[in-house]
């Protein structure tokens, strides 16, 4: 297996969490369990305004899982856009906003589908309007799924 490409090898399948897996820690390879990768995340924070959209289908927020909304300036409406449902970084991703204690009923984020895209069915937005009020999202490679809300 040593002369092979890592992009030559065969897709893994079905893993149970005893595969060995190599990783790369300080210019050293070492060996790892599957099972031995915990699910880390890490929030990115992200301080949001009225009139102030953000698009998180740019390169600044590839990979981003946990989104943290602190709410900065007056009262109004700001606009997340979501990644493509259908770009390959986005099958089978998941993201997950939650706010602090900054939002308010006057100060509002409406997480939005790209385009024409829908969430949950419909082309329409989730509203975030309430100190630390959460929601996670799941895109199947077509469209965005709500998987789970929190309100406070």
């Keep these: 297996m040593a002369d092979k490409k890592i992009?030559?090898?065969?897709?893994?399948?079905?893993?149970q969490g005893s595969e060995l897996i190599p990783v790369i820690q300080s210019s050293t390879t070492k060996k790892a369990k599957v099972s031995d990768i915990v699910n880390y995340i890490?929030?990115?924070?992200?301080?949001?305004?009225?009139?102030?959209?953000?698009?998180?289908?740019?390169?600044?927020?590839?990979?981003?899982?946990?989104?943290?909304?602190?709410?900065?300036?007056?009262?109004?409406?700001?606009?997340?856009t979501l990644p493509d449902a259908t770009s390959t970084n986005s099958t089978n991703r998941v993201m997950r906003f939650i706010s602090n204690g900054t939002l308010a009923a006057a100060k509002k984020v409406h997480i939005t589908?790209?385009?024409?895209?829908?969430?949950?069915?419909?082309?329409?937005?989730?509203?975030?309007?309430?100190?630390?009020?959460?929601?996670?999202?799941?895109?199947?490679?077509?469209?965005?799924?709500?998987?789970?809300?929190?309100?406070s």
């Design 42 to 80: 890490a929030p990115y924070a992200l301080t949001v305004q009225a009139s102030t959209p953000v698009d998180l289908g740019t390169s600044t927020y590839d990979g981003v899982e946990m989104i943290r909304l602190n709410w900065t300036g007056v009262n109004g409406t700001m606009v997340l």
């Design 7 to 15: 992009s030559a090898l065969d897709t893994a399948t079905s893993l």
């Design 113 to 151: 589908p790209s385009g024409s895209q829908n969430i949950d069915g419909a082309n329409t937005y989730y509203e975030v309007n309430k100190p630390y009020e959460g929601v996670t999202l799941w895109s199947d490679g077509i469209e965005w799924f709500i998987i789970q809300k929190k309100a």
